[in-house]
């Protein structure tokens, strides 16, 4: 149980296009999903938090109007990149919190990462 | 502060422990998380541990808590040649963030990479 999945898995655009990542989980409901960039050997970095039905929260730093997410459902969350450079070429990585019972354990599991190459 | 610390490399022999360690600053974390990156892959979810609990024992995974150290270590008995990954520590936490709204995102160390020698 608790699998989320990304589509796609890879993806090259050219600069100036949009380009949009679905994330889903399969086998449970979130109503929050988290996205997350990681660069090249580095660690991730929590740029935004995904609630359905309302805005995204974003972390500081994080342009709200280039990287639209959008939490129609309770299984699904989609992060469009706007406009693409190749700055933000990077790999990008939702998670969804799995809400365990009447609590929630904080967990959060990942889906497997888009990876986004912006020429 | 928000800084998650940890070792970038750990080389251990096959059928010996690793013990991977990690320190934080924010004392208001409630989860602690090990994650576990295979090359080219996302992130698995390994085990995780309360902030009122000093140790959790998984079949060959222990995670001990030293919540007055902020120190936290992942140990993996009998390392075998499939654990060879990047293990990453997290810490939840509980913010206001930059546009107003609540969020409790997770925070990242750097991760270590554990290389298995034959």
């Known amino acids: 149980g608790a699998v989320v999945s990304q589509h796609p898995s890879r993806v090259i655009c050219k600069s100036g ?26 660690s991730l970095m929590l740029m935004a938090t995904s609630n359905e039905g309302s805005k995204a929260t974003y972390e500081q730093g994080v342009e709200k109007d280039k990287f639209l997410i959008n939490h129609a459902s309770l299984t699904l969350s989609t992060l469009t990149v ?18 365990a019972g009447l609590t929630s354990t904080d967990t959060q599991y990942f889906g497997p990462g888009t990876r986004l190459t912006v020429l | 502060g928000e800084d998650v610390e940890q070792s970038l490399f750990l080389s251990v ?26 090359p080219g892959a996302g ?5 995780y541990i309360f902030s009122n609990m000093d140790m959790k024992q998984d079949q060959r995974l222990t995670v001990l808590l ?41 925070t990242f160390g750097k991760g270590t990479h554990l290389i298995i020698q034959p």
């Not at chain 2, 992130?43 to 085990?47: A, C, E, F, G, I």
């Not at chain 2, 293990?87 to 107003?100: N, V």
């Open chain 1, 17 to 42: 296009t949009s380009v949009k990542i679905e994330c889903r989980s399969l086998d449970f409901q979130a109503t929050t999903m988290f996205w997350y960039r990681q660069f090249p050997k580095q």
């Open chain 1, 82 to 99: 706007t406009s693409a450079h190749p700055e933000d070429s990077s790999f990008y990585i939702c998670s969804a919190r799995h809400l």
């Open chain 2, 13 to 38: 022999r096959e059928g010996d422990s690793s013990v991977i360690n990690c320190t934080y600053t924010d004392s208001s974390s409630t989860y602690l998380y090990w994650y576990k990156q295979e």
């Open chain 2, 43 to 47: 992130l698995q979810l390994l085990t």
């Open chain 2, 66 to 106: 030293n919540k007055k150290d902020k120190h936290l270590s992942l140990r993996i008995a009998d390392t075998q040649t499939g654990d060879s990954a990047i293990y990453f520590c997290a810490e939840s936490i509980k913010k206001y963030r930059y546009s107003g709204g609540g969020a409790d995102g997770l």
